[in-house]
């Protein structure tokens, strides 16, 4: 058996280890272009930030050691430039003489990654320009950095963007992104970014949404950055976060099949077109686990385990890949966001049913110091109440929640499972009903109807005489910190004494901070003849929509 | 309708709330006892020790507060003390005046909840030897700590006990914990407790196994502890820590069913074996869910949730209690260690068989700063790879894979499904390859045959002449800090070039520091033509089960 490898990073270098467990006897060659194998990706922007100090942190694995602990024939600088199918022979040049040779393979695996775009904005190729995907990319920035910058602009507002102008930050450079959607970190829905714009906002960092760079301009060492409102940004550094593309070029000279946004085609054993051709990683297209729809996830966690299923199908062994569920996690300073599963977008786009709830509790029990809310969004079918997706923003215990959320997920797992769940409870950890239960206990009264809610951007969308009369059932104290426009103002605790002051011929949208106490009215109110419901999520949830009203 | 509920804490006020949302017009009448409802019984320590400030934190609701916001009937220092049950009937006693009266009811649920056991031992009544179960009590310890207490002994070494130990300390406390077993933290196995006894020492605990109490003695203002080997402890404190019992009383008096360790019989409906009468929280008897064997679990969560399952019942709607996990979690000084569903030790007590794995993995990437390893145990059926329970212990994210485990045991899942679960990767958050994972794949290797495992505990009990050869396959260096006794050494990137150093007629027990190299060694070897296993969690865990040697 003669196994082949494109590309020696995360998926490459996983199915390589694989493989030689499966097999000592097997010849197994691992061609990587760059000069490193196996590095650590998401580190890059902590180690332009100072956060990780050694650049040797980032190698998780020099090739020489690669080589001899699974006994692999490792070829750096190694581009595998063709694919013979018919031949089962792949072309290689070797970067440093340039000389060119053909390997044979049995099985072939491709992991070549994906490319940061590099959109055709006038200036584009200046010094000071950069993407960021390898070591060499993260030296670059390095020695840009070294030079004394002492600002920098980040294009696009997604997960490296984000990551990269906190360690801007901690290095005390003057940041500013520039986003052309009118949100940060497009996965999510748009609401939910609403505390990670803040935490930016409050480090300094400056946000500007709904601008693109329109072109860049040398101005002496620095950079002009001309936005498309024709305002512009003198600065020292340019990184481009604006996505990545499918390094598919290889596959597609092979005539293996590529999806329409350029992912390598695979089945669920990470096979493409050819039996004989596997791919993993940025480079291929797969399938949504909740959606069952096509999708390009570039995320670390599925590389490496689609080079572990990849590696046991090549070498023979029935392995099945479920699908990608996008969990991923941002950590931005104090601050955690993290999603897993579909978006309220995702599921518009492809016009699946949905139910939605917003809770937001705390992290630990409250009565012990430190409890911070994490706010939930938790997305399920209407009727069996099977859980779609799952967001959470908060300071602490977020990515535990989409986690535990995750598995309920991969489970097929319902609200009314969330409900039940027994989870750790010591005040310190979490609350004897955990912000997963809370979760569950309101989207399945939703669905039960014990609940009836109402969407806070459904009824601000409604003109004003359309709207329910809204209730807000929180205390003075409360209400002197913002409202929603237009409420009236009953406290809970005095509500069964001043039902008098309600209309019995208007519906009313009840509202507390979060949703609980509103819950609560809501019930009195239904079972004393009134038209209620309460608006979900209550004020945080307003306050997320409608940041500027609030 | 007219429901009384007897305790107001845990899953009594949870089933006052919940009765009162389903309807606003029942009658719910909650007697308490004691001066307190709703306060935050796992505070209690953290109090003492003044990580949590102000005693008002600990009540999470007033009596006042709870009767207005749910219309409430809150009668407290109201004892019931008979139930007439042919008359649907209580007898109430009011503590301050004495005076007794009867009320009627259509649903009565019994949230009595457990009492510290207060063994027999002479001198246990002397002033300063505390049980810790209330606010009441709190008041009393912390009194007495006021007095210039600067040493306590604390009998039992579970959760409150530890929890009290650590806040001792934190009080500058010279703190001795006697525990009657030969390990701390008796729900966990054995093995896994050694870093929580390392954490306990390294902070200045005393902890003492295998002791027990015989006797107290005055000195003075202080108390002398004798113990069963005749030596004796002078300390200003004693808490009492050894376990609860079930307050069963009234329901034994009512002829209601219960179980042989005294908690009150209920169904899957928190129904009694009267059908008007449910039973929650710390005095009841459920069902294990993963074991289907009787169970009592006095924890936080399950009372809340049985609270609200049994007010659903006793207003008329049905719900169902899927029985108690056991997920439970311990902070102690800078360890969590934290357990969902079965433990070895439980297991063999049903004769149930299991398969169990060790591993070691960190809790984020290596690569990041603050990395810590988790030490997990995870117990599966053989066959099928359902998860039956899961152990973990270290710095940083116990609780998090704990729960995600737990949430993996609700659904039935098993470890080929942990090998594929999706969970937030960032590198401050985790690792591409989680520990979640890492379980899985080791499990899943075991369960597959890749991955021969052999135990350490068995290793180590078998007579040296019957044992395998023992191969320490990690670098020198490692060693130098310490190995398995009789272990030969080649590290495992010479393996390959030295195999003619190893017995082919002789069985092969590989081992590194945490069994990812021993597991490539063992793979080699196997393939190779050698007779070889892993030894399950490397020196790391053997490091657990025989501290004293390494």
Redesign the interface.
Known sequence: MKLLIVGGV?GGASAAARA??????AEIVVFERGPDISF?N??LP?YLGG???HRE??V?MTPG?FR????LDVRMRSEVIAIDRSAHRVRVREHATGKEYDETYDKLILSPGASPLRPPIPGIDLPGIFTLRDLGDVDRIHMRMGGGVRRAVIVGAG?IGL?LAENFVRRGMETTVVELQDQVMPPFDKEMTTPIVAEAKARGVQVLLNRSAKAFEATGNAISVRLDDESSIETDLVILGVGVRPENALAVAAGLEVGPRGGIRVDDRMRTSDPDIFAVGDAVETTD?VLDTPTQVP???????QGRIAADNAMGRDSVY?G????????LFDL?A?M?GASEKSLRRIGKPFERVYVHPTNH?G???GAERIHMKLLFEPGTGRILGAQGVGKAGV??R???I???I????TVF?L????????????S???A??MAGFVAAGKLRG?QPQIEIDTVMSLPESERPLILDVRTAGEVAHGAIPGAIHIP??EL?ERLGELPKERSIACYCQIGQRG??AT??LL??GFEAANIDGGYETFRHFFPAES
């Open positions: 995360a030689r467990r499966l097999s000592e006897t650590a998401c580190g902590y956060k990780i100090e942190s980032l998780l050691h001899e602990r699974f006994a997960f990551e686990f995320l670390g966690g599925p590389a490496n385990r479920r990608t569920q996008a969990t991923a996690v941002l950590g955690t993290a897993t029990a009565y012990y110091p990515d535990k989409i986690d535990v995750a598995m309920a991969q489970a097929g797992m499972d409900e039940e769940s027994e989870l750790c409870y010591a005040p310190q950890f979490g004897a009903k955990d997963v239960n014990d809970v605790d069964r819950y609560l019930r009195i079972q004393r």
